[in-house]
């Protein structure tokens, strides 16, 4: 259902940025505001953002389950990431990586 959630806000944004910080963004942007549905309540509820001493902002899971809910979405952010590239790359053809001279 989050992962779900996620992966339908990766289709939103541009393709150029990296699913992993693209995550950051979107956790930042459910963190700050009011839960309004139960995927809101359920971040709110597993996960922080945190700024340490060094000014340093982290993700971390308050709860067990919040911790393999943060590692299951950056597993998924990494997974994305290589399906897109494994798509770009099957799109290629070996004159591609020739320079016209």
């Known amino acids: 259902m ?3 959630a996620f992966s339908e806000y990766l289709k ?3 393709s ?3 699913p992993v910080l693209l995550l950051s963004k979107w956790l930042k ?3 700050s505001k009011k839960p309004e549905n139960n995927i809101e309540r359920v971040i709110n509820h597993e996960i922080a953002f945190i700024k340490d001493k060094k000014g340093n902002y982290m993700l971390i899971g308050k709860t067990n389950s ?3 809910l943060l590692e299951s979405l950056y597993n998924f952010a990494l997974s ?3 399906h897109s590239f494994t798509k770009w790359i099957h799109n290629l053809k070996a004159s591609d990586f ?3 001279l």
């Open 66 to 68: 919040g911790k393999i």
């Open 12 to 14: 939103t944004v541009s």
């Open 16 to 18: 150029d940025i990296p």
């Open 80 to 82: 994305y990431e290589q």
């Open 29 to 31: 942007l459910k963190l």
């Open 2 to 4: 989050i992962i779900k």
């Open 98 to 100: 020739y320079k016209n």
